[in-house]
């Protein structure tokens, strides 16, 4: 059942004549072993190095307001503006290593994962402050773990300073702790409700609202500030003991204590059922093979081994199953289309700001996904029928029109150009229409536009 091609569409980032189409499943599985070459390649900044600061534009944000009105407020205007430049570069930047990586890897599973997963822990930017904080989440919490345990993703997940601001789980105090019996402070559970309902259990999983103020609870720790970053504060934590899906944890507050937590609900089977649906939907088929599911779900195992149930789905006969049914994302399409047209990773990154705005930026939103910019904690959806609406679709015939040529000074021959892009895949109507073309720009936008070019 194993194709190259398939794997190559499916699995990965799209085919490119500058890489050759894998050999089988175990070197597939191999090369996802090895080293992030990609990553040191196109290195990106996490959440504790990146510049601006959260607390530097935190900061100079409330300076701004403050100043309103005052003599102050021309300079605090200026000083707010000019980091508003930095963040603007840096985000940009951010999205370029994201693209090159994916266009440069020479099969793109581990950048299909790591985009998976970031979207399963979904963080929405705020504007300004964190508008360029999601890529360092995404470095710092997400990327190290896409083969390894699910358990230490979470882990990183709920105690890493963007989740915390983005869910306010920061906010959140228990009502019998040191600081809520003096303050009139009060429980968030946005964190808890999250976790459970998107990221362990999902929106159909077997939790009550007892289970969600429990666990809310047991992160009421869990905290963050401009000046120490992350920590745990044991004054905001509620005390007790929490029964969470019937699990018991410790009557001591202490960070060891929710790390715990995760890792016995990340162990959880529900949780192992959810992920493994999940991850058959995205990659395969919105009715993925119910057996192939459940071999994922057995991989997954108690220990939420990643590259387990990675390696069950490819494995499986399912997961070859020939009709294509998904429909590639705005950003998954864009950078399918670099890499068939054997654009580099670093041609990529050496796209100035016009160029960004007229290949990415613009395009992205007329498609319907502006970068980084889901529109709420559950990510992207993953339906055909969200992407292929009128709009979108203009926005991707236009890119597939126009972009080649901004990107190459002399195009592919779209004959030659089919197989590029779609090698085994191609049909007979993008065939014939590739060879009728006028000009080397129609064709290979033909093929760019067409339907057998979305599907993955």
């Known amino acids: 059942m194993f194709d190259p091609t398939l794997a190559m569409i499916r699995f990965g980032t799209g085919l490119s004549p500058r890489f050759a189409r894998p050999v089988g499943i175990d070197s597939i599985l191999f090369d996802l072993g090895e080293d992030d070459e990609m990553a040191a390649q196109f290195p990106i900044t996490g ?16 300076a701004a307001k403050d100043a309103v009105d005052t003599p102050d407020e ?15 570069v ?15 890897a020479p099969m793109g599973l581990r950048e299909r994962l790591v985009a998976f ?54 906010r959140s105090v228990g009502p019998g702790s040191e600081v809520g019996q003096r303050r009139n402070f009060g429980l968030n559970e946005n964190l808890a409700r999250e976790l459970l309902e998107l990221h362990l259990l999902g929106v159909d999983g077997s939790y009550s609202q007892t289970d969600v103020r429990e666990l809310a609870e047991l992160l009421t720790g869990l905290s963050y500030s401009e000046r120490r970053g992350f920590f745990y504060d ?8 929490e029964t969470v899906l019937g699990l018991r944890f410790g009557a001591d507050p202490t960070l060891e204590t929710v790390l715990a937590a995760m890792d016995e609900l990340a162990a959880l089977p529900q949780t192992a059922a959810h992920l493994a649906h999940k991850m058959a939907v995205h990659f395969v088929s919105e009715t993925p093979d119910p057996a192939m599911v459940a071999a994922m779900a057995t991989a997954f195992g108690a220990g939420g081994d990643l590259m387990a149930m990675t390696a069950a789905m490819l494995r499986h006969d399912g997961a070859w199953v020939p009709e294509r049914t998904k429909v590639r994302t705005p950003q998954q399409f864009i950078t399918a289309g670099c890499r068939a047209l054997g654009i580099t990773g670093e041609a990529v990154t050496s796209i100035d700001r016009g160029g960004y705005n007229r290949l990415l930026g613009r395009p992205l939103q007329i498609m319907g996904q502006p970068w980084e910019s889901p529109g709420g904690p559950d990510g992207w959806p993953e339906d055909a029928e969200s992407w292929i609406i009128p709009q979108a679709m203009a926005g991707r015939i236009t890119w597939a029109m126009q972009a080649p040529r901004y990107m190459l000074a002399d195009l592919p021959d779209p004959r030659d150009f089919v197989d590029a892009a779609l ?11 590739a060879g009728a073309a006028e000009n080397k720009a129609e064709g290979v936008g033909v093929i760019l536009a067409s339907a057998a070019f979305q599907r993955r």
Do not use: C
């Open 234 to 241: 044991a004054r905001r934590a509620e005390p007790g003991q």
């Open 47 to 62: 959440f504790v190095d990146t510049k601006p600061s959260h607390a530097a534009l935190a900061w100079v944000n409330r």
């Open 423 to 433: 090698g085994s895949l191609a049909t007979e109507d993008v065939i014939f229409a």
């Open 74 to 88: 021309p300079a605090a205007m200026q000083a707010r503006n000019l980091l508003r430049g930095e963040v603007r």
């Open 90 to 104: 840096i985000r940009q930047q951010h999205h370029l290593a994201t693209v090159a990586r994916a266009v440069e």
């Open 117 to 170: 997963w970031a979207d399963h822990f979904t963080v929405i930017r705020r504007p300004f402050e964190t508008a360029h904080l999601v890529t360092s989440f995404v470095e710092d919490a997400i990327r190290p773990h896409v083969t390894g345990s699910f358990a230490q993703m979470l882990r990183a997940v709920v105690t890493h300073p963007m989740m915390l601001i983005y869910l306010e789980g920061f």
